[in-house]
């Protein structure tokens, strides 16, 4: 049967790729793009429609590469300019469209925008950075937190000003109220489509900051409970942030240019990344007619994991604002959260042998809800966290500053392993890999999985090859609101020429469909 399909964004199923896990091809235990190249005819056969590539650009890694110094360049480690174009070309052979993941908020310390900024309050980068200055007893201009710990401003000597960085110190927010900084990432855009690039994920876009001077304090968040989840140990979160800190207005100006760019080329496509207090809200704000095709949304992506009752809430919250637009996108597991495999177990009431059957469930849901899916690396697999990182071979800077309380992101990072007998499983043949292997993941390796039968690879496969042929989740963007006891969750997707009931059974781990 052939259908009427939305465009291409609307219903892609996005293959998130975090290229220092993914493989390496040099043997120095670092990922890179000549493995992820290697490695796109595993991606292909399983059926998504696009990669997204978290960042490979220049960089010192200090937040593993969203921290840029030169958004149009390769960072050595990861390979060349000419490795991307041959991924690319490579991707496209196979059908694949290929997102790359730029970040617009804020550059690395060593970029040489921040490096010229910083040198004086008069040159040619003066104000591409949100310098300001003391209060009169000498501290930061605002009680502004940083994402990562600690106050987000820092004193620069030689200007005798503070600067704004809502992540880490080393990563000084951009000035988006300089029409010179706007037009600077416009350039970044231009570059990777030039190169034929299909879209972009943006990095944490409620975290651009335009000149919002005179500064305002954050009131504290009332709503705030210590707990023991990472969002409830950190003082970032007992402050409000949008009315002051996120989501100011006049970031849209940077939408809106980055749509005008992204229209000048043909089908292209713009994922925000978006959070702040009230997500849903802002999403609807960035992506209005002209501003971004859709934003990333979080939802599912809680730390600990939620219970029939919480997914319910947590996809009708998202439906409820999105019914009827392809312009959000779901993800159970990324780069920044627990992986799904690990975290729903407990919440639903299931045991570890369930883990595979769980998976296959949940990835099942996402790509039957409406929008894009954003599926990462090993959940077809499904991977579950690493438990067991040491302190002293953690990186990520985040876990760092809060441990032992908090472990970071580390654990959903760890390399991919794709066969069993390898090597550190086949990720690379160096002694050390820059975060140890979880040797649990051997097991599930990719290419071991894709070879046998009933994997959740292949029962994923099969399942994105039917979906392909539904007209009721490929030609609509409808849905009807969520159904189903304490055990189950019930939806329809409606098109003109179908109607699908989509049964998810959290009891015997099952989904059904039927045609009504
Ligand atoms: C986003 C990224 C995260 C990064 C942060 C700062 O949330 O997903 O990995 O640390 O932005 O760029
Ligand atoms: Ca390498």
């Known amino acids: 049967m052939t259908i009427d399909t939305l465009q291409w964004w609307e219903t892609a199923v996005i293959y998130q790729i975090y290229p220092r896990s993914f493989q390496d091809s040099n043997g120095d235990g670092i990922g890179d793009l000549p493995g992820i190249t290697s490695r796109l005819p595993y991606i292909a056969e399983l059926g998504v429609d696009a990669i997204w590539i978290s960042p490979f650009f220049k960089s010192p890694q200090k937040d593993f590469g969203y921290d840029v110094s030169d958004y149009c360049d390769v960072n050595p480690e990861y390979g060349t300019l000419k490795d991307f174009d041959k991924l690319l070309a490579e991707s496209h052979k196979l059908g694949l469209k290929v997102m790359v993941d730029i970040v617009p908020a804020h550059c690395s310390e060593e970029h040489v925008w921040f490096n010229e900024s910083r040198q004086s309050r008069h040159n040619n980068k003066a104000d591409w950075f949100h310098w300001v200055e003391p209060k009169s007893d000498g501290s930061p201009p605002t009680n502004w937190l940083s994402f990562f710990g600690g106050p987000a401003w820092s004193w620069e000597p030689r200007r005798q000003q503070y600067y704004l960085h809502n992540f880490l110190s080393s990563q000084p927010n951009l000035n988006h109220a300089n029409p010179a900084v706007r037009e600077a990432l416009m350039d970044v855009a231009r570059f990777w489509f030039d190169r034929g690039v299909d879209g972009f994920r943006l990095d944490a876009v409620h975290t651009i900051n335009a000149d919002v001077a005179p500064y305002q304090n954050n009131q504290a968040n009332p709503k705030f409970v210590p707990g023991p989840l990472p969002q409830q140990q950190q003082p970032f979160f007992r402050q409000l942030h949008d009315s002051a800190q996120l989501n100011q207005p006049a970031i849209q100006a940077f939408s809106e240019s980055f749509r005008s760019v992204a229209d000048s080329y043909s089908d292209r496509y713009l994922m925000g990344e978006l959070h702040g207090d009230d997500p849903i809200k802002a999403s609807q704000t960035f992506t209005a007619p002209g501003r971004l095709h859709a934003t990333y949304n979080f939802n599912l992506l809680s730390w600990d994991g939620l219970n029939v009752e919480g997914l319910k809430k947590a996809i009708t919250k998202a439906i409820d604002a999105f019914n009827g637009t392809g312009r959000l996108s779901f993800a159970f597991s990324n780069h920044d959260v627990p992986r799904s495999a690990t975290r729903q177990l407990a919440p639903l009431g299931l045991t570890a ?78 002694n050390q890999t820059w975060l140890p292997v979880n040797q649990d993941h051997l097991h599930r390796a990719g290419l071991d999985e894709a070879a046998r039968e009933g994997s959740v690879y292949n029962e994923f496969a099969a399942f994105l090859k039917w979906r392909k042929e539904q007209p009721a989740i490929m030609s609509s963007n409808k849905m009807s609101e969520l159904t189903g006891d304490n055990k189950t969750l019930v939806f329809e997707r409606i098109a003109e020429q179908q109607t699908l009931r989509c049964t998810f059974d959290f009891e015997t781990l099952t989904a059904t469909f039927e045609e009504v």
């Open 353 to 430: 042998e369930q883990q595979p059957a769980l998976q296959l469930l949940l990835l099942k849901l996402e790509t039957c809800l409406i929008g894009s899916a954003c599926i990462y690396q090993g959940e077809e697999l499904a991977l579950q966290d690493s438990q067991d990182i040491p302190v002293e071979l953690m990186q990520d800077p985040w876990g760092i500053e809060f441990a032992p309380v908090f472990s970071g992101r580390d654990t959903c990072r760890t390399p991919m392993v794709w066969n069993r007998v390898a090597s550190n499983g086949g990720f690379s043949n160096a």
